[in-house]
């Protein structure tokens, strides 16, 4: 399963970098055909986020800790300190940690955005 990270580099600017994980393929439960799986990767709890209607654009800002965030509902647009720009779907998952530095812009792209945040352990 491929992800995005957001890191922020020695000068505190912020980048995407296209993530490759390793694949293992398992058996989890009996009934169960084996999957594939990526991770562990050990996480605290998750929340689930939404954007209120009408609220205003984000600011720029860093993560508030290492995290995984990936939308459940609607699109955002992802804009790093480096300039570039990449829009999510539902389903993709980025691992952010620019936890210092410019940071980075989330720009909801539809009225019904929300996501999931799952902190690192």
Not at 74 to 94: H, K, M, N, Q, Y
Request: proline fraction near 10%.
């Amino acid at each position: 399963m491929d992800y995005v990270r957001i890191y922020a580099d020695e000068n505190g600017v912020s980048h995407f970098e296209d993530v490759a994980a390793s694949v293992v393929e398992q058996r989890v439960a009996e009934g169960v055909p084996p999957l594939l799986l990526t991770g562990p990767f050990p996480v605290s709890s998750f929340t689930i986020a939404e954007q209120p209607p009408g609220n205003p654009a984000w600011d720029p800002h860093v993560a508030p800790r290492r995290q995984w965030v990936s939308a459940v509902r609607g699109r955002v647009a992802i804009t790093v300190s480096d300039g570039e720009r990449r829009e999510f779907d539902p389903g993709e998952l980025v691992f952010v940690e620019d936890l210092t530095g410019d940071g980075h812009t989330s720009t909801p792209l539809t009225a019904d955005f929300a996501f999931l945040i799952l902190p690192i352990a």
